[in-house]
């Protein structure tokens, strides 16, 4: 650092800066995110006291990160799985189901297919009487498959191509079941 930039920040504040410095400051608290560091210089720890609670958390087994949020199938995943070059391992449909019964067994159906080995489902909800709203099921199963229950068994769903269902028919790619948690 040169001694003009040395100079420049040794400057001590005026009457005015520090009242409005002051002023500014105020209510600012310090933010709990993140445990200060002890400084180079601080006092060393007695033996006899107990561990900082920093301490313990390290002790305590880590728990398991949270599968990811699925996430739209790739245009090149969905190619593939249009022309026939990755198989669609099982199907279910849920048509004339109530939410409830559907619910169940879409849950049901996705973690046997995980437990057999299947890579990639078609879950046909069906379009619904009116194309404006769509069916019920066609709303609410994308929210099912997003739910943090299935997110060690989904990893991403999207429309199927036309010759599976089109609108009225999901893709679902299965995560693996050692992948899981």
Same mark, same amino acid.
Not at 86 to 92: I, M, P, S
């Given at each position: 650092?040169?001694?003009?930039?040395?100079?420049?920040?040794?400057?001590?504040?005026?009457?005015?800066?520090?009242?409005?410095?002051?002023?500014? %400051? @105020?209510?600012?608290?310090?933010? $709990?995110?993140?445990?200060? &560091? +002890?400084? *180079?210089?601080?006092?060393?720890? /007695?033996?006899?006291?107990?561990?900082? %609670? @920093?301490?313990?958390?390290?002790? $305590?087994?880590?728990?398991? &990160? +949270?599968? *990811?949020?699925?996430?739209?199938i /790739?245009?090149?995943?969905?190619?593939?799985?249009?022309?026939?070059?990755?198989?669609?391992?099982?199907?279910?449909?849920?048509?004339?189901?109530?939410?409830?019964?559907?619910?169940?067994?879409?849950?049901?159906?996705?973690?046997?297919?995980q437990?057999?080995?299947?890579?990639?489902?078609?879950?046909?909800?069906?379009?619904?009487?009116?194309?404006?709203?769509?069916?019920?099921?066609?709303?609410?199963?994308?929210?099912?498959?997003?739910?943090?229950?299935?997110?060690?068994?989904?990893?991403?769903?999207?429309?199927?191509?036309?010759?599976?269902?089109?609108?009225?028919?999901?893709?679902v790619?299965?995560?693996?079941?050692?992948?899981?948690?």
């Open positions: 650092m040169s001694e003009e930039n040395s100079r420049r920040y040794a400057r001590r504040l005026s009457q005015a800066e520090a009242e409005l410095w002051m002023t500014v %400051t @105020a209510d600012v608290r310090p933010s $709990r995110a993140r445990p200060k &560091k +002890p400084s *180079p210089a601080a006092p060393a720890v /007695d033996a006899g006291a107990p561990p900082p %609670t @920093a301490a313990i958390a390290h002790d $305590r087994p880590a728990t398991p &990160k +949270p599968a *990811p949020r699925p996430i739209d /790739d245009p090149r995943t969905f190619s593939k799985i249009k022309r026939g070059r990755l198989e669609v391992d099982a199907k279910l449909d849920l048509h004339g189901m109530r939410q409830a019964e559907a619910q169940r067994s879409l849950t049901a159906f996705l973690r046997r297919c437990a057999n080995g299947a890579r990639v489902a078609i879950v046909v909800t069906g379009k619904g009487l009116t194309r404006d709203e769509g069916g019920v099921l066609r709303r609410v199963v994308p929210m099912w498959l997003e739910a943090p229950n299935l997110r060690d068994v989904v990893v991403g769903f999207g429309e199927a191509a036309r010759h599976h269902g089109g609108e009225g028919a999901l893709y790619r299965i995560r693996r079941a050692d992948r899981a948690r």
